[in-house]
């Protein structure tokens, strides 16, 4: 049954840590979007790519994050230096290249940062 | 700017009640408006609205929107208490396909 995987499930790090969290989008979906959900702001979207190129990061701290695609089936979200107010779970969303938008989240990577 | 808003943000009812969602919305070349259920873990997709007035159903939840008031509202009847969970309201907008911008959703907690 498709779905879209993530890694780590949870991750606790001290503050200055490199954090890398991992998606592997649903076979065949063009489109992965990076969300970072926190209880004051919600669902965020930080960044989008589609058939692998970046589309729009404008959600993103440029300081700190990068998230690339470096192939069809996996995509990367990095922080360097993390901070404590990075904790979050941070969720991979797939989409297909029908007209049909549903988006399919992962489970998501709860992140704590000390 | 483009915002989605959700009320109310919380609401707690007995199994068997019937409750009214709603999200108000004001973004850019709107595209349709999507339903999700996020209970522990990601959320999980309800429905998607693209016309005004056509209900939208399945089981005990309906959805409907009304795109010249730029609002939906999602219905559950007969709540049960595994109906307990955030429900997001996002409008998906925009070119080509469109991004999705989420409501704060809203915490629907369904007690026996």
């Known amino acids: 049954d498709a779905r879209v995987t993530q890694t780590p499930r949870d991750k606790v790090t001290e503050m200055g840590q490199e954090v890398t969290m991992r998606c592997q989008p649903i076979l065949g979906h063009n489109t992965v979007f990076w969300y970072r959900q926190t209880m004051m702001q919600g669902l965020e979207l930080l960044a989008y790519?589609?058939?692998?190129?970046?589309?729009?990061d404008s959600g993103m701290p440029k300081d700190r994050f990068s998230a690339e695609m470096p192939d069809a089936t996996l995509a990367t979200l990095k922080i360097q230096p993390s901070e404590p107010r990075d904790s979050a779970v941070y969720f991979c969303a797939s989409r297909g290249s029908g007209l049909n938008n549903e988006q399919f989240f992962g489970p998501g990577t709860r992140l704590t940062v000390l | 700017e483009d915002k989605v808003v959700q009320s109310p943000l919380s609401l707690v009812v007995h199994e068997g009640d019937t409750v009214t969602l709603n999200c108000s919305y004001e973004?850019?070349?709107?595209?349709?408006l999507l339903w999700y259920k996020q209970e522990k873990k990601a959320p999980t997709f309800l429905f998607m609205l693209?016309?005004?007035?056509i209900e939208k159903k399945s089981g005990r939840l309906s959805s409907i929107l009304d795109k010249k008031e730029l609002f939906s509202i999602l219905n559950i009847t007969a709540t049960q208490t595994g109906d307990s969970a955030i429900y997001l309201c996002?409008?998906?907008?925009?070119?080509?396909?469109?991004?999705?911008?989420f409501g704060k959703g809203t915490k629907l907690s369904v007690k026996p």
């Open positions: 973004v850019t070349n709107f595209r349709s």
């Open positions: 996002a409008p998906n907008y925009g070119g080509s396909q469109g991004n999705l911008i």
């Open positions: 790519f589609r058939n692998r190129a970046p589309l729009d």
């Open positions: 693209t016309s005004s007035g």
